[in-house]
Structures are given as C-alpha cells and as structure tokens.
C-alpha cells in the first residue's frame, strides 16, 4: 500500500510558476512509476506528465511539452511538477499516482495509487 500527498498547489497569475510536490510513504517509491494527472471541472481526469522508476524518462502531455518537467528524488520519496508559463487552461486539480506499470504509463487506469490532489488555479 502506497499513501501519497500532494502539496503546492494555489493561486498564480498566467506566465507564473508553481511546484507540485507529491511524497509518498513507504519504502517502495523507488519501484514505481510515478505520474501527474489533472481534472478540471466538468472535465475528466488527463494525464499531464509521468517519470520512470530512475527518473532517466519522462513522458509528457503535449499542451504542457516546454513548460512543465516532472522530477524525482527517491531518497526523499518525492515526486515534483514543476510548472512554468501557467494559462489559465491549466487551472486544475491536480493528481499524484503511483504505478506498478512498466514503461510509459500514461492512462489513468494504469495507475494503482492516488493523491487527494491539490487545487491549481491560474488567473488571466
């Protein structure tokens, strides 16, 4: 069983930056492959960014491709989106999940762990 929290998320004007952290307990961070997702209202849940159990791939959502970089320390059982040049399209509660999935999990249901996501909202 894998807990995650997310945290970082608030309130940015469009152009600004935030950074989504995601720890998770545990010993086995290190086994999965971790991913963001965001849900904005009325919409469903998409994939925005995804990293390998080492970090040495990254996976993207192409409306986010130059702007967002996910990262990962698996010391710290941590999982980060940082996100640059926010629009007001990407207001969003955003999601952590973890995956036992090999590579390049990019769809929801291939993700076994979930956050209780966190509130990102860009105003224009």
């Known amino acids: 069983q894998v807990q995650l929290v997310e945290s970082g998320g608030g309130l940015v004007q469009a152009g600004g930056s935030l950074r989504l952290s995601c720890t998770a307990s545990?010993?086995?961070?290190?086994?999965?492959?971790m991913g963001w997702f965001r849900q904005a209202p009325g919409k469903e849940r998409v994939f925005v960014a995804a990293i390998t159990r080492s970090g040495t791939r990254t996976y993207y959502e192409d409306s986010v491709k130059g702007r967002f970089t996910i990262s990962r320390d698996n010391a710290k059982n941590t999982v980060y989106l940082q996100m640059n040049k926010l629009k007001s399209e990407d207001t969003a509660v955003y999601y952590c999940a973890a995956s036992r999935y090999g590579l390049g999990a990019v769809r929801a249901y291939q993700y076994d762990y979930w956050g209780q996501g966190t509130q990102v909202t860009v105003s224009s």
């Open positions: 545990g010993r086995t961070f290190s086994s999965y492959e």
